[in-house]
């Protein structure tokens, strides 16, 4: 089976392994989210002055949502759904400094990652057939 590192220039693998780390991260941090964000918009509220919006901890599970979604389509390689991990990362920037370097490196890179996830594809598989049925 052929693998990554030896279908990439050394640059596109560098692109390739950093945009895979960061979009594993989103769906890590998109599911804890998600949970949260369902958590604080249900729970009982002591002090409604003082806790956070029904509306906003709602906004926060679907950003989180539409970042699992979108982080899991560009681990499969799906161009369609990875635009999805966008709607995360631009709030993300304002985490610093993680969430700033993990968006970076999504806005910047998923792009070219999704474009060489195809070439490993045709490498190993010899056609360009998506997970998804694209």
């Known amino acids: 089976m052929t ?3 030896e279908v990439l220039s050394p640059e596109d693998y560098k692109n390739y392994r ?8 989103f769906v890590m941090f998109g ?13 009982q509220k002591p002090d409604p002055q003082r806790d956070i919006p029904p509306a906003a901890a709602i906004g926060i599970a679907i950003v989180s949502l539409a970042g699992v979604v979108g982080g899991i389509a560009a681990l499969r390689g799906n161009r369609r759904w990875a635009k999805l991990v966008y709607v995360m990362a631009v709030p993300y920037f304002l985490v610093f400094p993680i969430g700033t370097i993990m968006s970076y490196i999504v806005l910047s890179g998923l792009s070219r ?22």
């Open 3 to 5: 693998k990554p590192k």
């Open 18 to 25: 950093n945009v895979r780390a960061a979009v594993v991260l």
């Open 31 to 43: 599911g804890i989210f998600v949970l949260g964000g369902i958590g604080m918009a249900t729970q």
């Open 113 to 134: 990652y999704l474009d060489s996830k195809e070439r490993v594809r045709k490498a190993t598989t010899g056609s360009v057939y998506s997970d998804f049925g694209d």
